[in-house]
């Protein structure tokens, strides 16, 4: 059975940071790219980083580049996102996906993320003041 836990959200201030876990069991992780998405109240659920199996390639949504860092340690079967320089919009449910698909990454700004992305945590909701 996969699981799939997200951790590390908070209340915190404009311009703080907050670094959040995904931890995933019952896959062979390495074989998964992962994706970060998060979704706000009354807004549609987007994608905000993915990372490919190996780390060699990351991928940020425009709204978080140079901003948030998305990484993996394989062995510890873990996804990272570091958030600095924090906004109020950033406010949001995040969540951690993981896809097999060739090429998954490629699908995590799109509609059919929800479908291409096989396995979904249940969310951890970071809010930032400002």
Do not use: H
Request: proline content about 2%; overall charge positive.
């Amino acid at each position: 059975q996969v699981q799939v836990v997200e951790s590390g959200g908070g209340l915190v201030q404009a311009g703080g940071s907050l670094r959040l876990s995904c931890t995933a069991s019952g896959l062979t992780f390495d074989d998964y790219s992962m994706g970060w998405f998060r979704q706000a109240p009354g807004k549609e659920r987007e994608g905000v980083s993915c990372i490919t199996q190996s780390a060699g390639w990351t991928y940020y949504a425009d709204s978080v580049k140079g901003r948030f860092t998305i990484s993996r340690d394989n062995a510890k079967n873990t996804l990272y996102l570091q958030m600095n320089s924090l906004k109020s919009e950033d406010t949001a449910m995040y969540y951690c996906a993981a896809t097999n698909l060739p090429s998954g990454c490629a699908y995590y700004r799109t509609a059919s993320a929800n479908t291409r992305f096989n396995y979904w945590g249940q969310g951890t909701q970071v809010t930032v003041s400002s």
